[in-house]
């Protein structure tokens, strides 16, 4: 057997309209045609695939985190996304690979879950 590609994460959450903002107010996602499941949640996607799975809980367990340690996305604009950030008031650390100059980008959704932004080399260091 071998791996073509990765499907979708889920995000357990207990506050489905925060999480729907962020991934699709702030990060762009869509949300698209989900099964009729018998439980609250939503399907988000990037382009025709469902990259994230949103699961709706009354409560999560303490800690909030798993054996996943972050999701990752590739991004564009990283001046707006920090502009953004800066007036939802998200904190976010930034980074910048020293050898390929690659930008990344950390932060967390309402849920504690940890989430990676990737964005080009060429992109402008936001002031």
């Not at 904190?91 to 879950?113: T, V």
Request: proline share 6%.
């Amino acid at each position: 057997m071998a791996i073509e590609g990765m499907n979708h994460f889920t995000v357990l959450t207990d506050d489905l309209e925060a999480t729907r903002d962020f991934y699709i107010g702030l990060l762009g996602l869509k949300e698209g045609w989900r099964p009729p499941f018998t439980f609250p949640g939503a399907w988000l996607y990037c382009g025709e695939q469902a990259v994230l799975h949103l699961i709706a809980r009354e409560a999560l367990p303490e800690p909030r985190a798993g054996v996943l340690d972050h999701m990752a996305f590739t991004a564009r604009d990283l001046v707006g996304t920090v502009e953004t950030l800066e007036a939802r008031g998200i904190e976010y650390d930034l980074r910048r690979l020293p050898d390929s100059g690659l930008w990344q980008l950390f932060c967390h959704d309402p849920n504690g879950a940890k989430v990676e932004l990737d964005f080009d080399a060429a992109e402008a260091a936001p002031t």
